[in-house]
């Protein structure tokens, strides 16, 4: 970041090389929508290529630059007029390539996802950024402008309403299994991430590749 604020014009294109395929992957599956997640995340790069400058080094790199495309990405859910299809994966999609899948497979996913759509976008945004990205509780109140304690009840809650929106999905695997079905649980978390972690696999580096940055 440095080295690009001190003119150098290959270092912009290096922090995009790093921290791209987790942009896509919060734009994507905040967005749910291929040329929206597109949009949010070029237009984010273009804000940190231009706002470089006021980059203080208050938070890591990687929190800085996730912080500008959550900000795009709520920007384009408040404009959105109207709901987007989710459509299936393409055959050769890369959440298809490299893996054996079957059709309940894909349908579980697109479940998930439409799951995950059903929240409203603050428990969402919350629920991609520390179950599906991993970034500590920390990290994500630092994005979003907002308390640690706010991210843990909008986590809680998010996780909440999955549990009852995909609650038959643990109870169709346990039947598949031969296993019992599950003893209610007071907490309502679905195995903690596991709802959607089911879905950190939708998109691959290739999504991120045709995210371009007109510099």
């Given at each position: 970041?440095?080295?690009?604020?001190?003119?150098?014009?290959?270092?912009?294109?290096?922090?995009?090389?790093?921290?791209?395929?987790?942009?896509?992957?919060?734009?994507?599956?905040?967005?749910?929508?291929?040329?929206?997640?597109?949009?949010?995340?070029?237009?984010?790069?273009?804000?940190?290529?231009?706002?470089?400058?006021?980059?203080?080094?208050?938070?890591?790199?990687?929190?800085?630059?996730?912080?500008?495309?959550?900000?795009?990405?709520?920007?384009?859910?408040?404009?959105?007029?109207?709901?987007?299809?989710?459509?299936?994966?393409?055959?050769?999609?890369?959440?298809?390539?490299?893996?054996?899948?079957?059709?309940?497979?894909?349908?579980?996913?697109?479940?998930?996802?439409?799951?995950?759509?059903?929240?409203p976008e603050e428990?969402?945004?919350?629920?991609?950024?520390?179950?599906?990205?991993?970034?500590p509780v920390a990290?994500?109140?630092?994005?979003?402008?907002?308390?640690?304690?706010?991210?843990?009840?909008?986590?809680?809650?998010?996780?909440?309403?999955?549990?009852v929106a995909l609650?038959?999905?643990?109870?169709?695997?346990?039947?598949?299994?031969?296993?019992?079905?599950?003893?209610?649980?007071?907490?309502?978390?679905?195995?903690?991430?596991?709802?959607?972690?089911?879905?950190?696999?939708?998109?691959?580096?290739?999504?991120?590749?045709?995210?371009?940055?007109?510099?």
């Amino acid at each position: 970041m440095r080295a690009h604020v001190s003119g150098d014009r290959s270092a912009f294109e290096e922090l995009v090389r790093r921290h791209r395929d987790r942009l896509w992957a919060v734009a994507m599956r905040t967005l749910a929508d291929r040329e929206e997640a597109a949009d949010a995340v070029q237009d984010a790069l273009l804000a940190a290529y231009r706002g470089a400058e006021r980059f203080r080094g208050d938070s890591a790199v990687t929190t800085w630059l996730h912080r500008i495309v959550v900000n795009s990405c709520l920007d384009r859910l408040r404009r959105r007029q109207v709901r987007p299809t989710v459509p299936l994966p393409e055959p050769d999609s890369p959440a298809l390539v490299g893996r054996a899948t079957t059709m309940p497979d894909v349908a579980t996913e697109i479940t998930v996802r439409e799951a995950l759509r059903g929240l409203p976008e603050e428990q969402r945004m919350v629920l991609v950024l520390v179950d599906m990205e991993g970034f500590p509780v920390a990290d994500v109140a630092a994005m979003l402008g907002i308390a640690e304690g706010t991210v843990k009840s909008r986590c809680a809650r998010g996780r909440a309403r999955l549990a009852v929106a995909l609650g038959h999905l643990r109870l169709d695997t346990r039947a598949g299994s031969g296993a019992p079905p599950p003893a209610p649980r007071g907490s309502g978390r679905v195995g903690n991430r596991g709802a959607t972690a089911a879905v950190g696999s939708e998109q691959g580096n290739d999504d991120a590749e045709g995210v371009t940055h007109d510099l």
